[in-house]
């Protein structure tokens, strides 16, 4: 899989702008005008689950013992994160939905079949291209469009709180990428 990240970044986008949630044009305000905290917490419920999802297939596998690290710490720290929305939503009382016709969500599906479909070095460089731009995608909607939106500061906190950890998986991804051979 040759996922680029500006690809994966424009798809990411083309799902915003077709979800209502990304005018390419307006100003940042008003994109997040759009979205409701219901709809970000689903958003972010579904980048949690699909990082749990191919962690763990990387976890069984990848090649190489870093890479099954890499994986099981992906699902293992993605878990705890969704969990941690999950209850917030219970608190909150709130029922989160995701976008009509979320098309990342086709996208992920292409992502596993491709995944599924690889073995050895391919997968773990398939993996691995994956996840770098997979993380730079949600980081870029969550700074600019999600974080904007969030109405309410207990969600905002948990966003904001576990957003270091989304750019240190990015950083490791790009660092076991980087030792890949071409």
């Not at 219901?38 to 972010?44: E, L």
């Not at 599906?109 to 773990?124: I, V, W």
């Amino acid at each position: 899989m040759k996922v680029s990240q500006l690809k994966f970044c424009t798809l990411l986008a083309a799902t915003l702008v077709g979800a209502g949630m990304l005018v390419p044009t307006a100003p940042i305000a008003a994109q997040a005008a759009k979205l409701d905290d219901p709809t970000i917490i689903a958003i972010f419920d579904a980048a949690n689950t699909w990082d749990m999802e191919t962690g763990s297939l990387a976890a069984k596998k990848g090649s190489t013992k870093e890479v099954r690290d890499f994986g099981a710490m992906l699902e293992r720290d993605h878990k705890a994160v969704r969990q941690q929305g999950r209850d917030l939503v219970k608190k909150l009382g709130v029922h989160p939905t995701p976008p009509k016709d979320f098309a990342l969500a086709k996208d992920h599906a292409k992502a596993l079949h491709t995944l599924h479909s690889t073995s050895g070095k391919a997968f773990d460089r398939a993996f691995l291209e994956h996840e770098v731009a997979y993380h730079k995608a949600v980081i870029d909607a969550v700074t600019t469009s999600l974080l904007p939106a969030l109405k309410n500061e207990e969600a905002r906190a948990l966003v904001t709180k576990v957003a270091p950890a989304f750019q240190a998986h990015m950083a490791a991804a790009q660092q076991l990428l980087d030792k890949q051979p071409k």
